[in-house]
């Protein structure tokens, strides 16, 4: 599937927590595309049209949140998509700051916070 300009990236090892927010990013309208990892992420995005969001976990197998943004920062066609992103617990704030990431959100994610993210950038 080729991404649009409203597409969303989501970049999530659990496979629950990736079909619950592509689930409901698909019910409010939005292209969504989805990784296990980093280095599928990468792939993806090189293949892909338009991506307007990525939503980032920071640990996963393969290639972790911190090394996938490393490479997506070093790849000028890439570094300008905002990412936000998620974790399980809300010690990673200063990690994802110094990243340059957009937001930050802990899991559960809070749907309603996110749609409003989404509608600023998609």
Same mark, same amino acid.
């Given at each position: 599937?080729?991404? +649009?300009?409203?597409? @969303?990236? @989501?970049?999530? +090892?659990?496979? +629950?927590?990736?079909? $619950?927010?592509?689930?409901?990013?698909?019910?409010?309208?939005?292209?969504?595309?989805?990784?296990?990892?980093?280095?599928?992420?990468?792939?993806?995005? =090189?293949?892909?049209?338009?991506?307007?969001? @990525?939503?980032?976990?920071?640990?996963?197998?393969?290639?972790?949140?911190? !090394?996938?943004? +490393?490479?997506?920062? =070093?790849?000028?066609?890439?570094?300008?998509?905002?990412?936000?992103?998620?974790? !399980?617990?809300?010690?990673?704030?200063?990690? $994802?700051?110094?990243?340059? !990431?957009?937001?930050?959100?802990?899991?559960?994610?809070?749907?309603?916070?996110?749609?409003?993210? @989404?509608?600023?950038?998609?």
């Amino acid at each position: 599937m080729h991404a +649009d300009k409203r597409s @969303i990236l @989501i970049v999530e +090892d659990d496979e +629950d927590v990736r079909g $619950a927010l592509a689930a409901v990013l698909e019910e409010e309208g939005y292209s969504v595309l989805e990784a296990r990892h980093g280095e599928e992420a990468l792939r993806m995005l =090189r293949g892909a049209g338009a991506v307007c969001l @990525i939503l980032l976990d920071l640990f996963m197998p393969t290639m972790n949140g911190w !090394a996938f943004r +490393d490479e997506q920062r =070093r790849d000028p066609d890439l570094s300008a998509i905002p990412v936000s992103v998620l974790a !399980a617990d809300g010690a990673s704030v200063k990690s $994802a700051a110094s990243m340059g !990431a957009l937001d930050y959100m802990v899991k559960p994610v809070d749907f309603a916070r996110l749609l409003k993210l @989404i509608a600023l950038h998609c």
